[in-house]
Structure formats: structure tokens, C-alpha cells
């Protein structure tokens, strides 16, 4: 069990940084109509060769087009997991407010928490945003 636990967080990890990048380039293109890499270098405060590598490796993996000094697009790939990060993003966010963490608290563990979040725990997190604690009256 625990080699399969150290394999997942490896896993998770691998893709969490492609997972932040399309989620915020998204967010900049809806925000600004388009998102070029001197965005996502202030956003992410890294420099622009870190950005290009990672860019790179984005296209290389079928997430985004671009050309030198052009925009940055996403692919239908792209989009649909950056819109998956987004809504798991979101459903720990609110679940974590609704265990009463601070909003502030919230958005910032909800940033590592979401790459790590099982389908089955999001999920159950899912049911007690919509229906209320199990087994409690309450409804929320």
C-alpha cells in the first residue's frame, strides 16, 4: 500500500505543474483575451526561460499551441483539464470554508490540496457541499 501511495504523490506531482499552468492561462485568456508568457511570468513570479520550458513541454504534450512572440492558446485538450483543474480547484475551496478555514486560508490549501485529491474523496467533498454532513439533519 505504501509503494502504491509514494507512486500516486509522484504521480500527482508530475502533473500538477501542467494542471497550474493551463488553469491560469485560462484564467488570463477570459480575463484579457489573450495570454502571452510574459503574463505567466509575473503570475507565477519565475522567468521567462522557466516559462518557455514549460510552454514547451505543454505543446510537446498537446496542451497548448504557440509560435515565438505569439500567444499562447489552448488546445481542446488544454482546455477541458484546465476547466477540471478549475472545478476541483473550487470544490475544496468551498469545502474547506465550509469546515470553517478562512477564505484566505482556504484559497491558499486548496492550491496544493486539489492536485492531490482523490476522485472518491472530491466526490464525497461533491455530496457535502450539495446534501449537508452525513447523517446530520442539516442541510447546506
Known amino acids: 500500500m505504501a509503494g502504491r501511495t509514494h507512486q500516486r504523490t509522484r504521480e500527482d506531482h508530475a502533473s500538477e505543474l501542467a494542471e497550474d499552468y493551463v488553469e491560469a492561462i485560462a484564467e488570463v485568456i477570459d480575463r484579457r483575451g489573450v495570454c502571452r508568457a510574459a503574463?505567466?511570468?509575473?503570475?507565477?513570479g519565475v522567468t521567462h526561460a522557466t516559462v518557455n520550458n514549460t510552454v514547451a513541454r505543454l505543446q510537446r504534450d498537446g496542451l497548448v499551441t504557440?509560435?515565438?512572440y505569439q500567444p499562447i492558446e489552448l488546445t481542446a485538450l488544454g482546455r477541458r483539464l484546465a476547466m477540471q483543474a478549475k472545478q476541483r480547484h473550487e470544490i475544496v475551496?468551498?469545502?474547506?470554508i465550509r469546515l470553517g478555514v478562512s477564505p484566505q486560508t482556504a484559497a491558499i490549501d486548496s492550491e496544493g490540496i486539489e492536485h492531490h485529491v482523490s476522485k472518491e474523496t472530491l466526490e464525497a467533498m461533491k455530496q457535502v457541499l450539495e446534501h449537508g454532513w452525513p447523517g446530520s439533519a442539516s442541510q447546506g
Not at 475551496?93 to 474547506?96: G, I, M, P, T
Open 93 to 96: 475551496e468551498a469545502f474547506l
Open 66 to 68: 504557440t509560435s515565438p
Open 39 to 44: 503574463d505567466l511570468v509575473r503570475l507565477f
